[in-house]
């Protein structure tokens, strides 16, 4: 996965200094992608991957500091067995590839979601991705594998009933901040900005937490279509926004 660094001046396009600080992008419509195409669906799954890398490339371009990406939903284990496989095997192939490039650019990368049903060597392989990384600064690159918003929710809230239980903590002590500390994305900012390709108005169970004060920015193209100039729209409109979290705009 060379990631393909842009000589695009961006800073005439959007205000490099009013960026948000994580983007959350449901990576949709690579299936239909390749229908299209009369291509089966995992070289949609594979073209994706194309555009997943232009999506971090410009977010090291323009210095945003968090990305994630939904690559396999908990849903997705009801999908053809060759799809699963095809999926896991991409995302090995990305863990041993470009696990070098990660680093030498300074990506610490995340792999976001219940690890149950994943084979051993693809923990191992997280593992080692994860554990390499953990000090590189520039972008923190989020993967959402086997991962769904409301599965996230009920684990964070079993960790803090097991803590009442054992008597670590009083319901007194349960805040947003101790909630949010305890599910998936612990020490990661919210995402400002949530990017869907495909068409699709609708969070489909991704991260429903953390999403609640999230800009919506919908594209009718399909994933593997997506440019890093529809980064930079997405960019524009939302910095069009007036993010007053539910206070008065001045």
Not at 93 to 108: C, G, M, N, P, V
Not at 205 to 211: D, E, G, I, P, S
Request: hydrophobic share 40%; aromatic share 8%.
């Amino acid at each position: 996965m060379t990631l393909d660094l842009q000589s695009t001046n961006w800073a005439a396009q959007i205000n490099l200094k009013n960026l948000p600080q994580h983007v959350a992008i449901i990576m949709d419509g690579n299936g239909r992608w390749a229908r299209k195409r009369g291509m089966p669906r995992l070289f949609g799954h594979q073209r994706g991957v194309e555009a997943l890398k232009k999506a971090i490339g410009f977010a090291l371009d323009v210095g945003i500091p968090y990305l994630s990406a939904w690559a396999f939903s908990t849903a997705n284990w009801r999908r053809p067995e060759t799809e699963i496989s095809g999926l896991i095997t991409i995302l090995r192939r990305t863990l041993s590839k470009d696990l070098a490039e990660f680093h030498d650019r300074d990506i610490q990368l995340k792999v976001i979601g219940s690890k149950v049903g994943l084979p051993d060597d693809l923990i191992t392989m997280i593992n080692r991705a994860e554990d390499l990384t953990k000090d590189n600064k520039k972008l923190t690159l989020l993967i959402n594998f086997n991962y769904d918003g409301r599965t996230d929710i009920l684990e964070a809230t079993k960790k803090i009933a097991q803590k009442i239980k054992s008597g670590d903590i009083s319901l007194e002590d349960i805040t947003e901040d101790l909630f949010s500390s305890h599910t998936m994305t612990t020490g990661i900012p919210d995402p400002d900005l949530l990017i869907r390709t495909s068409g699709v108005v609708r969070l489909s169970n991704y991260m429903m937490w953390q999403c609640t004060f999230t800009e919506f920015v919908f594209l009718e193209k399909n994933w593997p279509d997506f440019t890093e100039q529809d980064f930079c729209t997405a960019l524009q409109d939302f910095q069009k926004c007036g993010r007053n979290f539910g206070q008065i705009s001045a």
